[in-house]
C-alpha cells in the first residue's frame, strides 16, 4: 500500500507539472509622447530573491523562478506600475510617474553583494564578481567577503573549514541548489567541499526560518545556490578556471555550454589533487602564534583527490512547460594523519575518508493560466562514505528520495497563495567501532517525513507579510511537527526597509558523520540509543536602509536574531576523556547582533565593514556554558578597487576572529583562546575572455599553536587534534587564469 502512494505522489507531480524557463519583455513609461522605454527598472519575482534590471532600450531578460510558483512585477523609484500585457510572448509592463514608490529594490550596477529591500525575507545575493574576489575553490571559502556567513576550521589534520550563521553551526542551515536539497545527511561534514565556486553564478543567504515551501530543516537559514544556465544570455560555450598554489595544490574546472537547440545543456567538471605532506607545525606550550615550527609528525594539509561532475539538461521549447533533469557525482579520497616518510613511526596513525556520491534531480512544470502555476521538484541521492580516524572506524551509506510539489495562485494584485505538499525517505546504514561505548554494525534507520504547507502572501504600498504554516509526520518518533513562519516588512520610505520574522523548525541528526572532527581523537565516544529531532524557535529583527553620502551610494543593514532550542543534540567535550552526544537536558540558545555597512568611497573603490557579536550558550553536565570553539565577536572589513576600464581588481580583505572558549584544554591552562586578525587579498588582471588572477591567503602567516595534543602518542589517552580555533596552516600563495568562450 506504501508504494501505491507513493507512486501515485510521483505520477500526479509528472502529470501536472511547472513554468517557463526564461521570461522576456519591456518596461515602458506612459507618456503624452507615447511609450518611452525606461532603463535600470527593476524586474523580479515576488516571494523570491531573483531580480534583473532593464537595459537602455527597456528590454529585460530574466530567469525562471526557482520555485516555479512566483509572479513578475516591477518596481523603479518615482514610477508605479500601470497596466501590463503579453504580446509574442513577451511580458510588456507600462509604468508611470507617481511620488509614491510602491516597492523598492536597491540594486547598483556594480554590486557584487545586493540586500533587497522588496523581498520581506531577509536575504542578501551574492554574486559571480564576489565569488572571485578569492581563490574560492569550493562552497566553504565563498564567504570570506560576507559579514552574515561565517568561516571557521574544523579540526587540526581533515583540511575541512565548516560555516556558522547567527552563531550556529553550518548543520542548522539549510542548503539547497536551486532549491533541491544538497548538503544534507552524511554530507554535512565534507560537502561544502564538493561545490566547487567556479560553478556558482549566485548565492542567495535567507536569515532566520525562510519560507515554509523550501522545507523543513531551516532552523537559522538558507543558502541556496544557483549554477550557471544554459539558456541565460550571454551563456559561455566554454568556461574554464584552473588554479595552482604554493604547497602544489592543483585544482581545474570546467564548464561546457550547449546553447542551440531544443535541449539545452550544461557539463560541469572538477578536478583537484593534492599529493605533498607537509608538516610546519611544532609542539608549543601556549596558545601564540611561532613562526619557528619544527614539525609535529602530522600533516597540516591532507592529501586529496577528487573528481566531481554535474550534467544539466533542459528542454526549452515550449512558452507552458518545462522540463530538467540533472545528473552529479562526486568522488573523492582525503588521506591524513602521521607523515609516512619518517621511518621512526613504526605504528602510524592514519587518517583516510573516502566519499562517493551519485544524485539525479529532476524539475517538472506547468503554467496552467496566467495566475496559476504548478511545479515539483525531485531528487534521489546515493551516497556511500568511509572514514578512519586512527582507531575509529566509520562507514555509512545514504539512500534518499525526495519531492517537493508546489503550486501558486495569484488571486490579485495583493494577495497571493502557495500551497503543496514534501516527501522526504532516508535510509541510513551505519557502522562504527573504536573508541565508543556503543560500537555497532550495519545498523539501519529509515526516516520517512511526510509534510504538508500552505503559505499567503499579502502586500500593498509599504507593508509586505508571508505566514505559512507546515505539518510534517516523522515516522520514528510517530509525531507530527507544526512549523508556524511569519516573514513582514514594512518600508517607511523609498529607502528603508523593516523586517521581522519568527518561526519554528526541526531537523533530524545524522550526529556521528556531522562531528567527524571529533574523531580525531583519543576521547571515549559515549551517546545514547534514543536521539530526539532538534527542534528551536527562531525570531529576529532586520533594518536595511539605503543612503547618499557626498553623492556616493551605500547600505547599512542591522540585524538581531534569537534561536532557542526545544530540543539538541548536544556535543559535550567539557571532560577531556570523552566526547558525550545526548538530548539536551536544560537550555540552548544562541543571540546574533550584526551591523553591516556597504559605502562607495570613491567612484571605483568599494568599501565593506561589518562586525557582530554572538552570545551562544549550551548546558553541559547541568551547567549553562559558552558553546566552545565558537568565536564571540568577528570583524570584517573588504575593500575592492577596480580600474575605470575594469581590467584591474584590487581586493584586500581582513577577518577579525574574537577570543573562544577552550574546554579543560591539557595544553593549555587558559579559558580562551587569543584573538586574531587573518588577512586575504587578490589581484586580477582582465582580458575580454581571459582572466588572470593571483592572490594570497592569511598573508600575516598567523597559525594556532598546538593544533594537536601530544601528536607525538597518538594512541594514548590525551591525543586530541579536535580542538581547532585558528588556521593550521599558514601563508598560501595562489595564482589561476579563467578563460571563456562565447
Same mark, same amino acid.
Given at each position: 500500500?506504501?508504494?501505491?502512494?507513493?507512486?501515485?505522489?510521483?505520477?500526479?507531480?509528472?502529470?501536472?507539472?511547472?513554468?517557463?524557463?526564461?521570461?522576456?519583455?519591456?518596461?515602458?513609461?506612459?507618456?503624452?509622447?507615447?511609450?518611452?522605454?525606461?532603463?535600470?527598472?527593476?524586474?523580479?519575482?515576488?516571494?523570491?530573491?531573483?531580480?534583473?534590471?532593464?537595459?537602455?532600450?527597456?528590454?529585460?531578460?530574466?530567469?525562471?523562478?526557482?520555485?516555479?510558483?512566483?509572479?513578475?512585477?516591477?518596481?523603479?523609484?518615482?514610477?508605479?506600475?500601470?497596466?501590463?500585457?503579453?504580446?509574442?510572448?513577451?511580458?510588456?509592463?507600462?509604468?508611470?510617474?507617481?511620488?509614491?514608490?510602491?516597492?523598492?529594490?536597491?540594486?547598483?550596477?556594480?554590486?557584487?553583494?545586493?540586500?533587497?529591500?522588496?523581498?520581506?525575507?531577509?536575504?542578501?545575493?551574492?554574486?559571480?564578481?564576489?565569488?572571485?574576489?578569492?581563490?574560492?575553490?569550493?562552497?566553504?571559502?565563498?564567504?570570506?567577503?560576507?559579514?552574515?556567513?561565517?568561516?571557521?576550521?574544523?579540526?587540526?589534520?581533515?583540511?575541512?573549514?565548516?560555516?556558522?550563521?547567527?552563531?550556529?553551526?553550518?548543520?542548522?542551515?539549510?542548503?539547497?541548489?536551486?532549491?533541491?536539497?544538497?548538503?544534507?545527511?552524511?554530507?554535512?561534514?565534507?560537502?561544502?567541499?564538493?561545490?566547487?565556486?567556479?560553478?556558482?553564478?549566485?548565492?542567495?543567504?535567507?536569515?532566520?526560518?525562510?519560507?515554509?515551501?523550501?522545507?523543513?530543516?531551516?532552523?537559522?537559514?538558507?543558502?541556496?545556490?544557483?549554477?550557471?544556465?544554459?539558456?541565460?544570455?550571454?551563456?559561455?560555450?566554454?568556461?574554464?578556471?584552473?588554479?595552482?598554489?604554493?604547497?602544489?595544490?592543483?585544482?581545474?574546472?570546467?564548464?561546457?555550454?550547449?546553447?542551440?537547440?531544443?535541449?539545452?545543456?550544461?557539463?560541469?567538471?572538477?578536478?583537484?589533487?593534492?599529493?605533498?605532506?607537509?608538516?610546519?607545525?611544532?609542539?608549543?606550550?601556549?596558545?601564540?602564534?611561532?613562526?619557528?615550527?619544527?614539525?609535529?609528525?602530522?600533516?597540516?594539509?591532507?592529501?586529496?583527490?577528487?573528481?566531481?561532475?554535474?550534467?544539466?539538461?533542459?528542454?526549452?521549447?515550449?512558452?507552458?512547460?518545462?522540463?530538467?533533469?540533472?545528473?552529479?557525482?562526486?568522488?573523492?579520497?582525503?588521506?591524513?594523519?602521521?607523515?609516512?616518510?619518517?621511518?621512526?613511526?613504526?605504528?602510524?596513525?592514519?587518517?583516510?575518508?573516502?566519499?562517493?556520491?551519485?544524485?539525479?534531480?529532476?524539475?517538472?512544470?506547468?503554467?496552467?493560466?496566467?495566475?496559476?502555476?504548478?511545479?515539483?521538484?525531485?531528487?534521489?541521492?546515493?551516497?556511500?562514505?568511509?572514514?578512519?580516524?586512527?582507531?575509529?572506524?566509520?562507514?555509512?551509506?545514504?539512500?534518499?528520495?525526495?519531492?517537493?510539489?508546489?503550486?501558486?495562485?495569484?488571486?490579485?494584485?495583493?494577495?497571493?497563495?502557495?500551497?503543496?505538499?514534501?516527501?522526504?525517505?532516508?535510509?541510513?546504514?551505519?557502522?562504527?567501532?573504536?573508541?565508543?561505548?556503543?560500537?555497532?554494525?550495519?545498523?539501519?534507520?529509515?526516516?520517512?517525513?511526510?509534510?504538508?504547507?500552505?503559505?499567503?502572501?499579502?502586500?500593498?504600498?509599504?507593508?509586505?507579510?508571508?505566514?505559512?504554516?507546515?505539518?510534517?509526520?516523522?515516522?520514528?518518533?510517530?509525531?507530527?511537527?507544526?512549523?508556524?513562519?511569519?516573514?513582514?516588512?514594512?518600508?517607511?520610505?523609498?529607502?528603508?526597509?523593516?523586517?521581522?520574522?519568527?518561526?519554528?523548525?526541526?531537523?533530524?541528526?545524522?550526529?556521528?558523520?556531522?562531528?567527524?572532527?571529533?574523531?580525531?581523537?583519543?576521547?571515549?565516544?559515549?551517546?545514547?540509543?534514543?536521539?530526539?529531532?532538534?527542534?528551536?524557535?527562531?525570531?529576529?529583527?532586520?533594518?536595511?536602509?539605503?543612503?547618499?553620502?557626498?553623492?556616493?551610494?551605500?547600505?547599512?543593514?542591522?540585524?538581531?536574531?534569537?534561536?532557542? &532550542?526545544?530540543? =539538541? #543534540? $548536544?556535543?559535550?567535550?567539557? /571532560?577531556? +576523556?570523552?566526547?558525550?552526544?545526548?538530548?539536551?537536558? @536544560? %537550555?540552548?540558545?544562541?543571540?546574533?547582533?550584526?551591523?553591516?555597512?556597504?559605502?562607495?568611497?570613491?567612484?571605483?573603490?568599494?568599501?565593506?565593514?561589518?562586525?557582530?557579536?554572538?552570545?551562544?550558550?549550551?548546558?553541559?553536565?547541568?551547567?549553562?556554558?559558552?558553546?566552545?570553539?565558537?568565536?564571540?565577536?568577528?570583524?570584517?572589513?573588504?575593500?575592492?578597487?577596480?580600474?575605470?576600464?575594469?581590467?584591474?581588481?584590487?581586493?584586500?580583505?581582513?577577518?577579525?576572529?574574537?577570543?573562544?572558549?577552550?574546554?579543560?584544554?591539557?595544553?593549555?591552562?587558559?579559558?580562551?583562546?587569543?584573538?586574531?586578525?587573518? &588577512?586575504?587579498? =587578490? #589581484? $586580477?588582471?582582465?582580458?575580454? /575572455?581571459? +582572466?588572470?588572477?593571483?592572490?594570497?591567503?592569511?598573508? @600575516? %602567516?598567523?597559525?594556532?599553536?598546538?593544533?594537536?595534543?601530544?601528536?607525538?602518542?597518538?594512541?594514548?589517552?590525551?591525543?586530541?587534534?579536535?580542538?581547532?580555533?585558528?588556521?593550521?596552516?599558514?601563508?598560501?600563495?595562489?595564482?589561476?587564469?579563467?578563460?571563456?568562450?562565447?
Amino acid at each position: 500500500m506504501k508504494k501505491l502512494i507513493v507512486c501515485a505522489f510521483v505520477f500526479f507531480a509528472i502529470i501536472n507539472l511547472k513554468a517557463q524557463d526564461q521570461i522576456k519583455g519591456k518596461v515602458l513609461e506612459i507618456s503624452t509622447d507615447g511609450a518611452i522605454p525606461i532603463i535600470g527598472v527593476n524586474v523580479y519575482w515576488e516571494g523570491t530573491s531573483i531580480g534583473t534590471a532593464t537595459d537602455v532600450n527597456g528590454n529585460y531578460t530574466i530567469q525562471e523562478a526557482p520555485s516555479y510558483a512566483a509572479t513578475l512585477n516591477v518596481s523603479f523609484v518615482g514610477y508605479t506600475l500601470d497596466s501590463k500585457e503579453e504580446v509574442d510572448n513577451q511580458y510588456i509592463f507600462y509604468m508611470k510617474p507617481s511620488i509614491e514608490l510602491d516597492e523598492v529594490k536597491v540594486k547598483g550596477s556594480l554590486k557584487t553583494t545586493k540586500t533587497s529591500l522588496i523581498d520581506p525575507i531577509n536575504t542578501q545575493i551574492i554574486s559571480t564578481g564576489e565569488i572571485q574576489k578569492a581563490a574560492c575553490c569550493n562552497l566553504s571559502e565563498c564567504f570570506e567577503t560576507n559579514n552574515t556567513v561565517d568561516v571557521s576550521y574544523s579540526d587540526g589534520v581533515s583540511g575541512i573549514k565548516k560555516i556558522q550563521i547567527l552563531g550556529l553551526d553550518g548543520k542548522y542551515i539549510q542548503i539547497t541548489n536551486e532549491l533541491i536539497p544538497l548538503v544534507r545527511g552524511l554530507q554535512r561534514s565534507y560537502g561544502l567541499s564538493y561545490v566547487p565556486g567556479s560553478w556558482i553564478e549566485s548565492i542567495h543567504i535567507i536569515q532566520g526560518s525562510g519560507s515554509v515551501v523550501n522545507g523543513f530543516e531551516s532552523l537559522t537559514g538558507q543558502i541556496n545556490l544557483e549554477y550557471f544556465k544554459p539558456e541565460q544570455d550571454g551563456a559561455e560555450k566554454l568556461n574554464w578556471n584552473v588554479y595552482a598554489n604554493s604547497s602544489g595544490k592543483i585544482e581545474n574546472n570546467l564548464i561546457l555550454t550547449k546553447t542551440k537547440g531544443k535541449w539545452k545543456s550544461n557539463l560541469f567538471t572538477h578536478i583537484s589533487y593534492f599529493d605533498k605532506e607537509i608538516d610546519h607545525h611544532g609542539s608549543h606550550h601556549d596558545h601564540s602564534d611561532h613562526s619557528d615550527h619544527s614539525g609535529d609528525k602530522f600533516l597540516d594539509m591532507p592529501k586529496v583527490k577528487q573528481f566531481g561532475l554535474l550534467n544539466r539538461w533542459k528542454y526549452t521549447e515550449s512558452d507552458k512547460y518545462i522540463f530538467e533533469v540533472n545528473l552529479r557525482g562526486v568522488i573523492e579520497e582525503r588521506i591524513a594523519g602521521q607523515i609516512t616518510t619518517d621511518k621512526n613511526i613504526i605504528d602510524p596513525y592514519n587518517i583516510n575518508v573516502d566519499n562517493k556520491i551519485i544524485q539525479v534531480y529532476t524539475k517538472l512544470g506547468k503554467i496552467k493560466n496566467e495566475n496559476k502555476t504548478i511545479g515539483s521538484q525531485t531528487s534521489f541521492t546515493l551516497h556511500n562514505q568511509k572514514a578512519r580516524f586512527g582507531d575509529n572506524i566509520y562507514t555509512g551509506i545514504q539512500e534518499s528520495f525526495s519531492i517537493n510539489i508546489v503550486e501558486q495562485n495569484q488571486l490579485n494584485d495583493n494577495h497571493l497563495i502557495k500551497y503543496g505538499g514534501s516527501y522526504f525517505a532516508d535510509r541510513f546504514t551505519e557502522s562504527f567501532e573504536g573508541n565508543t561505548n556503543q560500537s555497532f554494525l550495519l545498523k539501519k534507520r529509515v526516516d520517512l517525513v511526510t509534510g504538508l504547507f500552505s503559505e499567503h502572501q499579502y502586500k500593498n504600498e509599504k507593508f509586505n507579510i508571508i505566514t505559512g504554516l507546515r505539518a510534517d509526520y516523522y515516522n520514528i518518533v510517530e509525531k507530527t511537527y507544526y512549523s508556524p513562519r511569519v516573514n513582514a516588512k514594512y518600508n517607511p520610505g523609498d529607502r528603508t526597509a523593516i523586517r521581522f520574522s519568527i518561526g519554528k523548525a526541526f531537523r533530524v541528526s545524522n550526529f556521528i558523520a556531522e562531528n567527524m572532527n571529533y574523531l580525531a581523537s583519543s576521547r571515549e565516544i559515549i551517546f545514547v540509543d534514543e536521539m530526539k529531532p532538534e527542534t528551536a524557535l527562531n525570531y529576529g529583527l532586520n533594518i536595511a536602509h539605503c543612503f547618499y553620502l557626498f553623492n556616493k551610494e551605500g547600505t547599512i543593514n542591522f540585524d538581531i536574531y534569537n534561536t532557542v &532550542f526545544d530540543n =539538541q #543534540i $548536544t556535543v559535550n567535550i567539557e /571532560n577531556k +576523556d570523552e566526547i558525550l552526544f545526548d538530548n539536551l537536558d @536544560g %537550555n540552548s540558545s544562541a543571540t546574533s547582533i550584526q551591523i553591516g555597512l556597504d559605502y562607495k568611497l570613491l567612484n571605483q573603490l568599494q568599501m565593506r565593514l561589518g562586525y557582530k557579536i554572538n552570545n551562544t550558550l549550551s548546558t553541559f553536565n547541568g551547567e549553562e556554558k559558552e558553546i566552545p570553539l565558537q568565536a564571540k565577536s568577528r570583524g570584517l572589513l573588504n575593500l575592492a578597487y577596480s580600474s575605470i576600464s575594469d581590467k584591474w581588481h584590487f581586493d584586500i580583505t581582513g577577518n577579525y576572529i574574537g577570543k573562544t572558549r577552550i574546554p579543560n584544554d591539557i595544553a593549555s591552562t587558559e579559558d580562551y583562546s587569543s584573538s586574531f586578525v587573518l &588577512f586575504n587579498t =587578490q #589581484i $586580477t588582471r582582465k582580458w575580454d /575572455n581571459f +582572466d588572470l588572477y593571483i592572490g594570497g591567503e592569511n598573508i @600575516g %602567516n598567523y597559525t594556532q599553536s598546538d593544533p594537536i595534543i601530544e601528536p607525538e602518542n597518538p594512541f594514548g589517552e590525551n591525543f586530541d587534534a579536535s580542538l581547532i580555533w585558528g588556521p593550521v596552516m599558514g601563508r598560501n600563495i595562489y595564482a589561476g587564469i579563467r578563460y571563456k568562450i562565447k
